[in-house]
């Protein structure tokens, strides 16, 4: 007995120390995926007596310890890391909010980076970018996890269009800046504080910096550089950051409680597909595959692909099994328009929420001209409104609002015309794709988005028996409703299956109900 504490009290005192990665003493299991939490395990000798098959020791390690575990950049002495600990320190519940949202990112990001060989630190590099908000945007147009700027975006092949934006993609935008990243290390010939403050401010700003101390003899390292204010700050905020991973009890701060395996899987969608209904196919709210999908512009996957959506691991089986049953002509709604005399493509394209390119793709034209009384095919979003909640609190209503041009008049700032139009500042930047600090000028012209009336929505209650083979998923399709609505109307268990000959009731919208 006394041997088994031993070897227990030398592995916990291993993880502890955080000094070298966790591996097990003898592996006598594999991990099992996906798991919140993975098992190491430590064969242990077998009790006096014993028959040698005395089951495994199991020490649990969790996302933090993972991380500690590959700290590597060495420089929490510094003192311009314990100011930024001590800012952090006085905020502690703001850090911890940031951390809680690195949830389902972060466990995807450090696989990332391990296998990479890169420090763990890195991993939180989006902590310092954006707090680990996928939709954050900046004064100087940097958008995503990583703040990538539109030009340097570009030169790693991330798409920015009006479908989609992979600078929000959290695969996409990962890889991209693992790779700037891994180039600018090369570059500054192994040093990762250089590179960081390259990613930052650009590895011109840093070059020119060393330039400089070199010809006055003075240290090339990232601490005696001049840099830019913003920089100087930059890197020793991620160290503060790390600093306060490897101890939060001495700042007061609860790391909360993060999956160590990535919460999500790619599913292939097979072509273009509306993202209210691939949220019924996997069985989730929209609000969930947009804060998973966060590079969406629109109510749709892109039409030229890639056609890959990620949807939470455990849903992957139920989205296969509800696509295989999807016709074509579910996948999106299409809107036959009559051109009326007058009217052009850019005032049609303007109606229905989407661009003059996308009207002629769909229909094949090759230049603007249309003639009254032909029509036109124009995608829409299939769902109403409230199922793409998400990306209207981050874009616009998603053609279901009143969208209006505002010209800035002199003396109008970004906080009047967001109070004049009963809308956020934010929201304003966001539909405009400028920062909330942007300087606007007079005759500049800005999209705002207001909420639009309810109509003749014509909504009755209905009682529904089940039949055998229908699912949850059926019976939404067939009456427009939501699968959380049906839940939520009959308190409907997530894990129980329906039943032959059950009663529900709905709440139906009867003008959106068509034949068969």
């Known amino acids: 007995m006394n041997s088994l504490r031993y070897s227990l009290l030398v592995l916990y005192a291993a993880l502890l120390g955080g000094c070298a990665s966790v591996e097990p003493v003898a592996t006598t299991a594999t991990r099992p995926v996906p798991m919140p939490v993975p098992e190491i395990t430590s064969s242990a000798p077998p009790a006096a007596g014993g028959n040698g098959t005395r089951p495994a020791a199991v020490v649990k390690v969790d996302i933090w310890t993972r991380l500690r575990d590959g700290f590597e950049i060495d420089a929490a002495d510094h003192a311009a890391v314990r100011k930024a600990v001590k800012k952090y320190g006085r905020t502690p519940r703001d850090v911890e909010q940031s951390l809680a949202r690195g949830d389902p990112y972060l466990a995807y990001i450090l696989d990332a980076v391990e296998q990479r060989g890169y420090p763990a630190e890195i991993a939180l590099l989006p902590f310092v970018e954006s707090s680990f908000d996928p939709f954050a945007y900046s004064h100087g147009r940097a958008a995503g996890l990583w703040q990538f700027i539109p030009g340097t975006a570009k030169m790693y092949g991330l798409r920015q269009d009006w479908w989609y934006d992979e600078r929000r993609d959290v695969i996409a935008s990962t890889g991209a800046a693992l790779d700037y990243l891994g180039k600018l290390h090369r570059q500054f010939d192994g040093d990762w504080l250089l590179a960081l403050a390259a990613y930052n401010s650009g590895s011109g700003t840093v070059r020119g910096a060393m330039r400089r101390n070199r010809k006055a003899g003075k240290p090339q390292d990232f601490w005696h550089l001049k840099l830019p204010r913003e920089t100087r700050a930059y890197v020793p905020r991620l160290m503060a950051i ?275």
């Open 242 to 516: 790390c600093e306060i991973v490897r101890h939060p009890d001495h700042y007061d701060i609860a790391l909360p409680a993060l999956a160590n395996e990535p919460a999500f899987a790619e599913v292939d969608t097979g072509g273009q597909l509306d993202i209210g209904v691939a949220a019924e196919l996997a069985d989730v709210e929209a609000d969930v595959l947009y804060r998973l999908n966060p590079g969406f512009n629109r109510w749709a996957t892109h039409p030229d692909g890639p056609h890959r959506l990620l949807v939470p691991a455990e849903r992957t089986d139920e989205f296969y099994r509800n696509l295989a049953t999807l016709d074509d002509e579910q996948r999106l709604k299409w809107v036959r328009h009559r051109i009326k005399s007058g009217q052009t493509l850019s005032e049609i394209a303007q109606q229905y929420d989407t661009t003059v390119a996308v009207l002629r793709s769909t229909n094949q034209l090759r230049g603007t001209t249309i003639r009254a009384g032909r029509h036109l095919l124009v995608p829409v979003a299939a769902r109403d409104a409230t199922r793409y909640a998400a990306l209207e609190k981050h874009r616009g209503p998603s053609g279901r609002g009143n969208r209006t041009t505002y010209k800035v008049r002199d003396g109008d700032s970004l906080w009047i015309i967001a109070r004049n139009h009963d809308v956020s500042v934010r929201q304003v930047a966001r539909w405009n794709q400028i920062g909330t600090n942007a300087v606007i000028r007079p005759g500049q012209r800005l999209v705002i988005w207001q909420r639009g009336g309810k109509g003749n929505s014509k909504v009755r209650s209905i009682n529904y028996t089940v039949r055998s083979g229908d699912s949850l998923y059926h019976i939404a399709r067939k009456f427009s409703v939501s699968i959380a609505d049906l839940r939520r109307w009959n308190s409907l268990d997530s894990d129980k299956y329906l039943q032959p000959g059950q009663r529900l009731t709905l709440y139906v919208d009867v003008t959106r109900l068509t034949s068969g």
